[in-house]
């Protein structure tokens, strides 16, 4: 099984700042995903996350509000930039293996 | 296109009560997988079970089962005798994918089944 460490946890950030949310795996795997999950809502998701390449986003998310990086292949960071109170959402990363899919713990993120 | 329909928005059960939590899905591709995660209160996903479309048997855990069928394109969860444990959301997923038969892909996530379950 894989071990995906995400950080931080929860955050409680004042709107216009940024937050960075930061994905270790235990091993390497070719695409890291970002969901997003708005309070009560299913997950959504955001971007998948290649090594050596942009992120490829979903419809009604951009790379200037969701920026991504992806500089190995066990690692892998969302940033969300100019926060709003709209933004407040669990955001979790994941990965594939074996036909698995893992998730991160999550971080949910409150913006007042 | 790909989809995933949980019809039931919320449940509540009284504790020991069997309780099924419908799973309706869409997909154009033969080979795909399936999945079914638990979301207690504090938010982390917990897997349940994954089941490729070439398995439809059934399987038992303990109190939990699954009903893959693909002639209705359904993959029901059924919890026998119920605990207030069983309190979460549940979500249902698919993951398809042309190059790799939804092996490698991100997953599609139904709307979720709150369920309640009462002392």
């Known amino acids: 099984s894989a071990v995906i460490s995400q950080k931080p946890s929860r955050d409680i950030c004042q709107r216009g700042t940024s937050l960075t949310i930061q994905c270790q795996v235990d091993?390497?795997?070719?695409?890291m995903f970002w969901y997003r999950q708005q309070p009560g809502q299913s997950l959504t998701l955001i971007a998948t996350a290649n090594q050596g390449s942009e992120a490829t986003y979903e419809s009604g998310f951009v790379i200037d509000k969701f920026p991504i990086s992806r500089p190995n292949l066990t690692f892998s960071t969302l940033t969300v930039s100019n926060m709003s109170p709209e933004d407040s959402s669990i955001y979790l990363c994941?990965?594939?293996?074996?036909?698995?899919?893992?998730f991160g713990q999550g971080t949910r993120l409150t913006v007042v | 296109a790909q989809k995933v329909t949980q019809a039931q928005t919320e449940i509540s059960v009284v504790e020991k009560e069997d309780v099924t939590l419908d799973c309706v899905y869409e997909?154009?591709?033969?080979?795909?997988?399936l999945f079914w995660y638990k979301q207690p209160p504090s938010g982390e996903l917990v897997f349940l079970i994954r089941r490729n479309s070439f398995d439809e048997q059934n399987e038992i855990s303990g109190r939990y089962s699954w009903n893959f069928q693909k002639s209705t394109s359904s993959f029901n969860f059924t919890i026998t005798a119920s605990q207030v444990v069983d309190s979460a959301v549940y979500f249902c997923?698919?993951?398809?994918?042309?190059?790799?038969?939804?092996?490698?892909?991100?997953?599609?996530f139904g709307k979720g089944t709150k369920l309640s379950v009462k002392p």
């Open positions: 997923a698919l993951s398809e994918g042309m190059n790799y038969g939804g092996s490698q892909g991100n997953l599609i």
């Open positions: 091993s390497q795997v070719t695409m």
């Open positions: 994941s990965v594939r293996r074996n036909t698995e899919a893992f």
């Open positions: 997909t154009r591709d033969t080979t795909y997988y």
